[in-house]
């Protein structure tokens, strides 16, 4: 859709930036300042215009995003005043003659019910007011229409009709794309919040019976234990930022995993390399506690020996390598492609299809996880995380807006 958004508004603009400026520049002689043709100057300019009016629009439509837009739209048009209106109210008007609001909002029913324009005469007892006619555009998000563009001039005319009509659509185009920034912002939460009911009531049970043997015979290592349950819960629980440091998600999977040596006692041990560089490095929340988990799953289940995994976070130029492998029972990898694919959802494969997604969303398709394994042979599962990425900020790091 971004491809053809893209194209939209390169295809439209330029026409209209040419019609307009042969009108204005009749009008009112300007100097080129060596740009170029006069085709080529209106283009750029109209072309720059849209660019400082989009901003403002892709984060909805507000009386905030639509005052910061209204001039900049304005200025495309060439008309003496514009509004921007939702379903009851005018949210923001540039331009002259703004005692018409009323009368604009009474005759938008019309519009904002059928998601058609239309134009019409304006009434008008003020000698010095030059808006006689109004263009109304509807701003339509999936078919549904949010609000209306109107551009008010002195006189009607056919040109401007179909121009405020293309606007309004490359305006809906944004309003669109701000909507698909929500929507991947509710879909990320909802992933989140799919993780964290995943973490297990039984490793809760257990963790918690854990404890409580603990109570009596050694009340030390009982509240050392318990400060670990907290922590990782409060962790896991948090309600702010989609994205952290990997320094605070290995400190939360050490809560973990105290937590699972303090249950299986020997039978699980675990080693750490981590290259301080990489520490600070910002990667989506949850994002490796459901793989140490996933290892911890596989490689404890149906052993009854040893059980080995190993963390490790490398330095690797332009990203940070972190890898976690387990010496447990594996899986199939046709098992494993249809879990990754969606295809079938067992006990424990919403971690690894999760974390996955999340990944590739974030960061793109090459970015997703590397796993490599087979039944009877472990698991080793390898996550490439971009140093710096646009927009990819953890919650102590984030700028301020």
Known sequence: MSGFVAGLCVAVLPLLAAGFWLGRRTARPENLGGLGTPVEHATFQTLHTASLAAPPLRAGLTEETARRSA??????????????????????????????????MERLGGPLETGRGEAFRLACDEPDCPLRWAVVAPLTVDERVHGALVACAPRESA???????????????????????????????????????????????????????????DPERARELLLEFADFTRYSFRRHGDFTTLADEL????????????????????????????????????????????????????????????????????????????NGIGMDPD?????????????????????????????GDDHGLVIETAAGAGMKITARLPKYQPGVHSAARRPRQ
């Open 335 to 363: 098992r494993l492609r249809r879990i990754l694919s969606g295809e079938v959802s067992p006990s424990g494969g919403i971690g690894l299809s999760n974390v996955d997604e999340r990944l590739r969303q974030v960061y």
């Open 159 to 217: 040109v401007l009709v179909r121009a405020v009509g293309e606007v309004a659509r490359w305006v809906s185009v944004q309003l669109e794309l701000a909507d698909l920034d929500q929507s991947r912002t509710r879909l990320i939460e909802a992933e989140i919040k799919a993780l964290r009911a995943q973490i297990s009531p039984h490793f809760i049970f257990n963790s918690l019976a854990v404890i409580a043997s603990f109570v009596r015979t």
């Open 71 to 104: 001039r900049r739209l304005r200025t495309l048009l060439g008309t003496d005043a514009l509004c921007l209106t939702d379903q009851e109210t005018v949210l923001a008007w540039d331009g002259v003659g703004d005692h018409h609001r009323t009368e604009i």
């Open 251 to 326: 400190h939360a999977i050490d809560h973990y995993l105290a937590l699972v040596r303090a249950r299986f006692g020997e039978r699980l041990s675990v080693t750490l390399q981590i290259a301080p560089e990489v520490l600070p490095v910002a990667l989506p929340f949850l994002c490796l506690q459901p793989l140490v988990e996933n290892a911890v799953k596989h490689g404890l289940e149906g052993k009854t020996d040893k059980s080995h995994i190993s963390i490790t976070a490398q330095d690797a130029g332009a990203e940070a390598l972190v890898v976690i492998e387990d």
